[in-house]
Each structure stands twice: as structure tokens, then as C-alpha cells.
């Protein structure tokens, strides 16, 4: 069964730092970061192209780091993180290949993960 296991998450003060983790059960070109508040549309926070190339969101460039170990898990380092960082995070996949913007584009996504909540207090 193709699955995307998110792991990581949790609560933190403001400035701390998280990691969110992705395990995929196969390969795929394309893969980010969404993030998503009660009431409010997806937000695509980061992404991966096939080719290495990254995307980020304008809130998040400069803290947040979006990468690949060496296992392939789909990582998200999160650092001097914010109040308004606080949402459930998504991991999202795609067989495609995904360019530019469109890697923080939900709807070009075809696979979720469970979501997992992030919470920064002030």
C-alpha cells in the first residue's frame, strides 16, 4: 500500500526548534510541506523537486529547511520557530515531477500524510 508516516510534531516555545519527519513507501519526484489552520486553506510550506530544487513559502525562508537523509525520509527542520507557525503539518507526494511554485501547490499533490500538529507558545 503506498503511504506517507509522518512522525515528529509537538509543542514548543517561541524560538525553538522541531523536526517533522516523512517516511514514503516508494519513491517519488515530488514532495513538500503543507500546513493547515482550522477554517483555513492549505498552505504550501515547502517542497522538493526531483532535481533537489527547493521552494519555500515567504513566512518560513531563511528558518525552515526541507530535505532528504540518507534513507530517503522526507525531513523538515524547523527552527526560531513562531506563534503563527502553530498548525497541523501535512506531508504531501507526488509520482510527477512538480517545477517551481507548483511545489507548494496542494491540489498538484496526489498523496497525504496523516498531519501532525505543531504547537509554538509566545
Known amino acids: 500500500q503506498v503511504q506517507l508516516v509522518q512522525s515528529g510534531g509537538g509543542s514548543v516555545q517561541a524560538g525553538g526548534s522541531l523536526t517533522l519527519s516523512c517516511a514514503a513507501s516508494?519513491?517519488?519526484?515530488?514532495m513538500g510541506w503543507f500546513r493547515q489552520i482550522p477554517g483555513k486553506e492549505r498552505e504550501g510550506v515547502a517542497g522538493l523537486g526531483y532535481d533537489g530544487r527547493t521552494a519555500y513559502t515567504d513566512s518560513v525562508k531563511g528558518r525552515f529547511t526541507i530535505y532528504k537523509d540518507t534513507k530517503g525520509t522526507l525531513l523538515l527542520q524547523m527552527n526560531s520557530l513562531k506563534p503563527e507557525d502553530t498548525a497541523i503539518y501535512y506531508c504531501?507526494?507526488?509520482?510527477?515531477?512538480?517545477?517551481?511554485?507548483?511545489?507548494?501547490?496542494?491540489?498538484?499533490?496526489?498523496?497525504w500524510g496523516q498531519g501532525t500538529q505543531v504547537t509554538v507558545a509566545s
Open positions: 516508494e519513491h517519488f519526484e515530488s
Open positions: 504531501a507526494a507526488d509520482r510527477l515531477r512538480l517545477f517551481g511554485t507548483q511545489r507548494l501547490r496542494a491540489p498538484d499533490y496526489h498523496l
